[in-house]
């Protein structure tokens, strides 16, 4: 419920500040006063464009504030999903700079638009004539029996089969369009595959090649280098390891003369063992290493074929090769295979589409069980208005293909004279009818859906007299669930009004102003009389005023 709108420096507004009340409060006030402007400053609370254009001041920031009483509404897990905190007395503020930015707080932090759109349409509908066209939309329609049908479950549960049923269909058409293309490339794709295949790669194998081309290649140099290495070691004149063992022997005949911590026999001998470990080692590497000219030959080909299918692929390794021959191979393996795959996808489309249509039959059902309500109760509030031979009923219809919202196609159907046939209503009703068939479905929706607050914005024009009266008193009902503000330029419905809000406009020497006050008993009667027979209030229009607000 809107408690407290606080609006500076916006449009013709210097300042002003607005409690509401529970029940049905009025605004009046004379055409361009500044009525709407009070529902410009709202909308920007709701998400609404901002617009440097309407500071008053454009040397100062405009700030339009709210308080909202939420406590009732349910509305915790919207804050939590955007993590803002939480309070059942919720402060909206919505800023504009001087240089066009503008910012949104709510409950002092920082929020997007986007919140301040989907936290609007849980608070407050504004509803003007402008909103009458929403009769021309299907959607709307759906929307309204949704809502008394209650359906807001099996509409999810509907939903959520719907987008994997969709997705599968999406699944279909995208694995169709592949198979297409790749149908045209199978033979392109085989012949690599076949190439990559053939050439029998192994992990990390161009590593090791190119370590055993280098060793090829330099075999003879690798055997002369060794066998001089092994003659030095043992087979030279002054070969080292006959060198060590004199040495040890010359040593060791004068080791105890040498001091205790010389070690020298132990570690000429160590050294000795050291050395003859490697001279096998050389011998070995001597006797394995391999000359042979046709395993180089053999290398050097390989490593030519693999460098060849590298530079074609782009790649830099065997890895990213046999990664490559690996996805060709699915691919080809995808297309050959495609009947099958294709046949499993369809049948698991099938199992669901029969899914998707038993929670659809349900969802229809409960949509139809409303209908009759609506139905009733729309003509009984447009008989009410004046209109006694008005007839209102839902066209229905089973689509042939899944929407998102189900397989019903529906039409609001009106007619308003005797023995008229009902016809698409954006067709035939005129601007008074379809204000009054609005003003009955959303007095029904009042009953149905959890809305603090609506804001009729002058929806009674075209109409008067007793039509009036009797759209006051739906309004009157509808704020017995929720916060009704009317702005009204009928003195029928201001009658009606629990509070009395005036719009007048004051001419400074600098500017128009515009204000709001709410009136007491003693000047509602005159504001309201003023409707009733203009600037000059008659007696008898005091009287009337007095007898509308008894009334």
Do not use: W
């Not at 998707?356 to 139809?368: E, F, G, N, P, T």
């Amino acid at each position: 419920m809107l408690q407290n709108l606080n609006i500076s420096n916006y449009a013709l507004i210097e300042r002003s500040n607005i409690e509401f009340d529970e029940g049905m409060s009025v605004i009046t006030g004379e055409t361009g006063a500044g009525k709407s402007i009070m529902l410009g400053a709202l909308g920007l609370l709701l998400g609404g464009r901002a617009d440097v254009q309407v500071l008053q001041n454009k040397e100062q920031k405009c700030i339009v504030e709210a308080t909202f009483d939420i406590e009732k509404y349910g509305l915790e897990s919207i804050f939590a999903d955007e993590d803002v905190d939480y309070d059942n007395q919720t402060i909206i503020r919505r800023e504009i700079l001087p240089n066009g930015k503008s910012r949104a707080f709510v409950n002092d932090q920082p929020v997007n638009v986007s919140f301040l759109k989907q936290l609007g349409v849980k608070l407050i509908d504004i509803h003007s004539q402008h909103q009458n066209l929403l009769l021309s939309d299907d959607s709307f329609h759906l929307n309204i029996v949704d809502t008394v049908a209650d359906s807001a479950k099996e509409l999810a549960e509907y939903r959520v089969i719907y987008k994997d049923y969709t997705s599968l269909l999406a699944q279909e058409k995208s694995m169709v369009e592949d198979n297409e293309r790749m149908q045209r490339d199978l033979d392109y794709l085989q012949f690599q595959l076949n190439e990559l295949t053939e050439l029998k790669l192994v992990a990390d194998e161009d590593v090791e090649l190119e370590k055993e081309q280098e060793r090829l290649a330099n075999a003879e140099d690798i055997r002369v280098q060794l066998s001089e290495s092994i003659g030095l070691l043992e087979g030279a004149d002054m070969a080292v390891i006959p060198s060590l063992k004199q040495l040890y022997s010359l040593i060791g005949k004068i080791d105890r003369f040498l001091p205790q911590d010389t070690n020298a026999c132990q570690r000429i001998e160590s050294a000795r063992i050291d050395i003859e470990d490697l001279l096998r080692t050389f011998t070995s590497s001597l006797e394995a290493l391999d000359v042979d000219p046709q395993r180089l030959e053999y290398v050097d080909s390989r490593l030519n074929s693999i460098y060849a299918l590298e530079k074609k692929h782009r790649v830099e390794s065997v890895n990213e090769l046999i990664a490559l021959r690996d996805d060709l191979a699915k691919r080809v393996g995808l297309i050959t295979n495609f009947d099958e795959q294709l046949e499993e996808l369809r049948g698991a489309i099938a199992e669901k589409r029969v899914e998707l249509q038993k929670v659809a039959d349900i969802l229809s059902d409960k949509r139809q069980s409303v209908f009759t309500q609506i139905r009733e109760y729309v003509e009984a509030h447009l008989h009410d208005m004046g209109m006694k031979n008005a007839v209102f009923t839902i066209g229905h219809k089973r689509s042939d293909t899944f929407l998102n919202t189900g397989n019903d196609e529906l039409r609001f159907l009106f007619a308003a004279n005797l023995g008229g046939t009902p016809t698409d209503i954006s067709k035939v009703a005129s601007g008074g009818e379809m204000s009054r068939v609005m003003l009955s479905i959303k007095s029904l929706l009042s009953k149905s859906k959890q809305l603090p607050t609506i804001i009729f914005d002058e929806i009674d024009t075209g109409v008067s007299g007793d039509v009036a009266d009797k759209m006051g008193r739906i309004m009157t009902q509808m704020s017995e669930n929720m916060q009704v503000i009317a702005i009204t330029h009928l003195p029928q419905v201001a009658a009606k009004g629990n509070k009395h809000y005036q719009v007048y406009k004051e001419d400074t020497a600098e500017a128009t102003i515009s204000h709001i006050r709410m009136l007491s008993d003693e000047d509602r009667v005159v504001e309201i009389a003023k409707m009733l027979s203009g600037s000059h209030i008659s007696d008898a229009a005091i009287q009337n005023a007095k007898e509308l607000m008894g009334a």
